[in-house]
């Protein structure tokens, strides 16, 4: 069955440092795969997905950027962490472009 | 044209009631719609979803119906139960190369005992 992992579930980061967070799916290949945020009490705003390995496509313009270095792994990442970077970000994953299956979640905080 | 609208933003329900949520979309090209429920530190889960060739969904205590020529669809929660007390978002897609998710902007219910 397929399986998606998505870590750390909280994290607290100083304004202006880096960030690194990571996805992988297992069971499945070639997924497409997507990074949301939410912020608290709010909707989900997509901010990158891919549909293969090198393949990013970012909706909205932020200090934020998403790699796919293999098949099965998502990573988002920041150089300089702003206040308004925080929320909650969610990794999926979809075969076709319908069930979208989300990961636990991490919880970032900005200080 | 690729908004998805959700209404109402908060719901409050008794137990036993019957929750409804309503989604109206634009783009005539979507041909899968989901619901996710989510709850509170989780990431949303599929609940349920329906293609536009049927008007009527059901899954146990959940349903969808879905008007086509209105581009409406709903999802009715019969016998609401505190336990389904969640934030629900519609979604919307098309098949046919990629084509990104839609989602309404959520509901908040709570089920009241």
């Known amino acids: 069955s397929q399986t998606i992992h998505q870590w750390p579930a909280t994290l607290v980061q100083p304004v202006g440092s880096p960030l690194s967070l990571e996805c992988t799916v297992e069971?499945?290949?070639?997924?497409?795969l997507y990074w949301y945020r939410q912020a608290a009490g709010r909707g989900l705003q997509l901010l990158f997905y891919s549909v293969g390995i090198g393949q990013i496509s970012s909706e909205v313009p932020q200090n934020l950027s998403a790699s796919r270095p293999q098949d099965r792994q998502f990573i988002l990442s920041s150089k300089k962490l702003l206040l308004s970077d925080s929320g909650f970000y969610l990794c999926?994953?979809?075969?076709?472009?319908?069930?979208?299956?989300f990961g636990s979640g991490t919880q970032l905080s900005v200080l | 044209q690729q908004q998805v609208k959700q209404s109402p933003q908060s719901l409050i329900v008794q137990k036993g009631g019957i929750s409804i949520i309503n989604c109206a979309y634009e783009?005539?090209?979507?041909?899968?719609f989901p619901w996710y429920q989510q709850f509170p530190g989780k990431g949303p889960a599929l609940l349920i979803a329906i293609r536009p060739d049927v008007s009527e969904k059901k899954e146990g205590r959940f349903t969808i119906s879905f008007n086509k020529s209105a581009k409406q669809f709903s999802l009715h929660i019969m016998d609401s139960q505190p336990g389904d007390s969640a934030t629900y978002f519609c979604?919307?897609?098309?098949?046919?190369?990629?084509?990104?998710?839609?989602f309404g902007t959520g509901t908040k219910l709570q089920v009241i005992p």
């Open positions: 999926a994953w979809s075969v076709l472009n319908e069930k979208l299956f």
């Open positions: 069971g499945t290949s070639n997924p497409n």
């Open positions: 783009n005539t090209a979507f041909d899968y």
């Open positions: 979604a919307a897609s098309s098949s046919g190369g990629y084509q990104k998710v839609t």
